[in-house]
T-cell receptor, first 111, second 111 residues
Framework: NAGVTQTPKFQVLKTGQSMTLQCAQD?????MYWYRQDPGMGLRLIYY???????DKGEVPNGYNVSRLNKREFSLRLESAAPSQTSVYFCASSEVGYTIYFGEGSWLTVV | TQLLEQSPQFLSIQEGENLTVYCNSS?????LQWYRQEPGEGPVLLVT?????EVKKLKRLTFQFGDARKDSSLHITAAQPGDTGLYLC???????????FGDGTTLTVKP
């Protein structure tokens, strides 16, 4: 019953540091996504991957990079963290047109 | 960019009252989904509507998809404190292979 698993759950970074958020899904979904959610707001798409080997920019890709390592795993990298990237990050997976399953979120603070 | 506007942004009501949340767009979507998110967790799917004019009921929740597939509403009858949460609508564009989320409606139901 794992579904979508993302790590770490909490992270504090200093401005300029780099880090990678890891995500894995065990539902054999083709599509995977990374969203960010700021306080009191909805979800904004950072990057998505429609299938293994492909990635595309979403609404807010600047400052991020992604890697679709295989069908299960989709990582998000912050090369040089900025305070504006303080947010909650959600990884998700789905088949197109069907339910989007979300991970539990990663709380990132950049100081 | 396809935009989804949700209203109201915040709603605070007493237990037993009825409420309606709206999700509007100028774009046509292949389908529309409603999610509910509780604090500290990822969103969870409530319903998917696909056909223009479609109405779906889930216990005290009634979902409607507009005839033109550009808007949707969520009506809750006799709200309970357990309904408290963030309600998000998401429009799917099959051709783009991804969903667009609204900014959400934060519902608080007071006992």
């Amino acid at each position: 019953n794992a579904g979508v698993t993302q790590t770490p759950k909490f992270q504090v970074l200093k401005t300029g540091q780099s880090m990678t958020l890891q995500c894995a899904q065990d539902m054999n979904h083709n599509s995977m996504y990374w969203y960010r959610q700021d306080p009191g707001m909805g979800l904004r798409l950072i990057y998505y991957s429609a299938s293994e080997g492909t990635t595309d920019k979403g609404e807010v890709p600047n400052g991020y990079n992604v890697s679709r390592l295989n069908k299960r795993e989709f990582s998000l990298r912050l090369e040089s963290a900025a305070p504006s990237q303080t947010s909650v990050y959600f990884c998700a997976s789905s088949e197109v047109g069907y339910t989007i399953y979300f991970g539990e979120g990663s709380w990132l603070t950049v100081v | 960019t396809q935009l989804l506007e949700q209203s109201p942004q915040f709603l605070s009501i007493q237990e037993g009252e009825n409420l309606t949340v709206y999700c509007n767009s100028s774009s046509v979507f292949s389908s529309l989904q409603w999610y509910r998110q509780e604090p500290g967790e990822g969103p969870v799917l409530l319903v998917t509507v696909v056909t223009g004019g479609e109405v779906k009921k889930l216990k005290r929740l009634t979902f409607q998809f507009g005839d033109a597939r550009k808007d949707s509403s969520l009506h809750i009858t006799a709200a309970q404190p357990g309904d408290t949460g963030l309600y998000l609508c998401a429009g799917l564009n099959t051709n783009a292979g991804k969903s667009t989320f609204g900014d959400g409606t934060t519902l608080t139901v007071k006992p």
